[in-house]
């Protein structure tokens, strides 16, 4: 049996892919609210609390019967009558559903033998490009794929193979009803659903970009110390310090031949240190740092094992659950 990944954003490195489509036949979603929403909609006054609550309710209820294409729909149609409380519960509860929907819907593009894959594969040679959804033949297929884009997730392409993953950019669209945090969240999310950080176990962003965000998770972490979202942004960002302090199986923090701390890494832990003094992140990389020159800027399991001793401080610090 073929092996079949589930590529969650905060859990795993095998992200990527290109944006999604938008399209729709009778039976299938209705792109016309899930573009964009609706001039009416952006106009109207916020609903009083009772009004809102209603809406809400019939929201709950849409959960349970309903996939994330047509959620999506609903939220087009009411999200900017809400309070920015319950739209940021909309799109928390919405992204929860996209991540229990996204193991069936791979499991789905793996049916039949591979030949879902084998033929998504022949028309898009392993980048999804939007504008072909139409000249997928077997209608299933395209239907599967049209719904899967229209509820918000977007193509990864890894070990050969498209993967459906949330496409946060695509959430971007709700940040004028949102909380701060919500918004917060959605940026940093999108900038690893738009490019991933890794794929086949190397690093495909430079250590410049994996600085910044760690950066921007960290930063996250100390201002919304009570988001709904802050345990998902903990795994991110414990995920993002991880590969920064040790690098990744295909791309290491030295250099292969002289085991030495790599000059690209080196150059990028001093910028971090210099330029965001105030964070626990370039504290931590400062403490790293002067391990690394003590022992001759070689990089061994001594050093490997006194980095992941920092690591466990940070996410202490942080008092971040699950990484002691």
Known sequence: MQKIIIPILTAALILGGCSAANTAGDN??????????????????PLPPEKAE????????????????????????????????N???????????????????????????GENQQKLNQLFHYR??????????NKDLKSLVTEIVNGGYKFASFEGELYPIIDYEYFKKYIPYLPEDMIAYIEVMSLESNKPMANDAGLVI?????????????????????????KQMADLYMMYLGAYMHGLDNTPIFDWETKKLSSEVLNSY??????????????????YLQLIEKNNFKIDHKILDQGYQLYKKAAQELNLDGFN
């Not at 929201?59 to 729909?73: A, D, G, M, S």
């Not at 739209?87 to 992204?95: N, S």
């Not at 210099?274 to 403490?287: D, F, L, W």
């Open 28 to 45: 299938g979603p209705n792109t016309k609210t899930s573009q964009n929403i609706t001039a009416n909609q952006q106009q109207n006054v």
């Open 54 to 85: 209603e809406i809400m309710s019939e929201y709950k209820k849409l959960l349970q019967n309903n996939k994330p294409y047509q959620v999506i729909r609903f939220i087009d149609e009411n999200i900017a009558r809400l309070p920015q409380v």
């Open 270 to 287: 001093q910028k971090t240190i210099s330029q965001h003094k105030e964070t626990g992140t370039a504290q931590i990389i400062s403490e």
């Open 206 to 230: 430079s250590w410049d970009q994996l600085a910044y965000r760690t950066l921007k998770a960290d930063r996250f972490l100390l201002k919304y110390p009570e988001s709904a979202r802050q």
């Open 87 to 113: 739209a940021g519960e909309m799109i928390r509860q919405l992204e929860e559903m996209q991540i229990q929907y996204q193991e069936q819907y791979t499991y789905a593009l793996f049916q039949g033998n």
């Open 128 to 137: 999804f490009d939007k504008d072909k959804i139409n000249a997928i033949e």
